[in-house]
């Protein structure tokens, strides 16, 4: 499963792309008020905050939901109604 450094190398390599281009397309003087916003929105002050909080918000409703399932940490599902004692031999 892909964790938050993974999406975060995704998205770092495609802001590189955009900035290489926008970098031709912007005039100098623009260009680094442009990259400054960008760094800025993909950056820690805003998707890597974002994401992180996103992945934190998952982690949490998942461990609720493995909590209520009667799931350990180890992912096995303990449910006290399906232990039962060994029938009787006569």
Known sequence: MADARDIVDLVQARVKRVLDLAELAIPADKFERFRT??????????????LA????????????GM???????AGKVVRH??????ARIA
């Open 53 to 64: 909080a996103l992945l934190d918000m998952a982690a949490r409703a998942a461990w609720k």
């Open 81 to 86: 109604e399906c232990i039962r004692r060994p």
């Open 67 to 73: 909590a209520r399932a009667g799931t350990s940490l």
């Open 37 to 50: 916003l960008v760094f800025n929105e993909f950056g820690h002050e805003g998707f890597r905050r974002d």
